[in-house]
């Protein structure tokens, strides 16, 4: 399965878009991205996903690479209400998410 | 309105005394799966299942049991509980027709404590 390695934290300035980072250069042909994003401890929220092609939707954008081994969630104007751990998952074909331990985002006023 | 519930929310309980933590989803789901959370450790899947009465171990099974009798439930049942198992728990579900591609939706989670 592949792994994904993410900054431990990060900080953004309410309205500023907040750009996460997430390698995952052993990512497989048939693995999609996943981003999902945990505030306290609340059940993870899902974000968005994407397999090679970028994607947007009305909560954020996903910028993948094109070799795939790298990808960008962004938020395009973050509020305080979007601080939360921010989880890159790469997702096999047997439905497992792998979690790793995510970003935390911290957006101040 | 679309969702898993997870019944009970927070449990406190004493090593070896069975129980079980529902969860139930209302969108028909083919896919549902347990995680628990531990602090350092991330969400680790427990087990899962992709129709009525297919389950399977995750990577942490051990200690736990589930069943797939019906397609919106899939109940975890802790036969003898030990204080290791203290943790945040979560039940997921997705559709599975598209694999991979399919979005997983999580509960509101479980929090047990094992004295």
């Known amino acids: 399965d592949a792994k994904t390695t993410q900054p431990t934290s990060m900080d953004c300035a309410e309205g500023r878009a907040a750009n996460l980072p997430c390698n995952h250069s052993?990512?497989?042909?048939?693995?999609?991205v996943y981003w999902y994003r945990q505030i306290h401890s609340q059940g993870p929220q899902y974000i968005i996903h994407?397999?090679?092609n970028n994607e947007t939707n009305e909560m954020a954008s996903l910028i993948i690479t094109e070799d795939r081994k790298s990808s960008t969630l962004i938020l395009p104007h973050a509020t305080l209400r979007d601080t939360a751990v921010y989880y890159c998952?790469?997702?096999?074909?047997?439905?497992?998410?792998?979690f790793g331990q995510g970003t935390e985002l911290s957006v101040k006023p | 309105e679309a969702q898993v519930t997870q019944n009970p929310r927070y449990l406190i309980t004493v090593t070896g005394k069975k129980l079980t933590v529902t969860c139930s989803q209302n969108?028909?789901?083919?896919?549902m799966s347990w995680y628990r959370q531990d602090p350092g450790l991330g969400l680790r899947q427990i087990y899962y299942?992709?129709?009525?009465?297919?389950?399977d171990k995750g990577d942490v099974p051990e200690g736990y049991k589930v069943s797939r009798k019906e397609k919106r439930n899939f109940p975890l049942i802790l036969e003898s509980p030990s204080p290791n198992q203290t943790s945040l728990y979560f039940c997921?579900?997705?559709?599975?027709?598209?694999?991979?591609?399919?979005?997983?939706?999580f509960g509101p989670g479980t929090r047990l404590l094992v004295l």
């Open positions: 997921a579900s997705s559709l599975w027709r598209g694999g991979a591609r399919e979005t997983q939706y």
């Open positions: 052993t990512i497989s042909g048939n693995e999609y």
């Open positions: 994407g397999l090679k």
């Open positions: 998952i790469v997702r096999a074909q047997g439905g497992k998410l792998i």
């Open positions: 969108m028909n789901h083919e896919y």
């Open positions: 299942s992709m129709n009525v009465e297919v389950t």
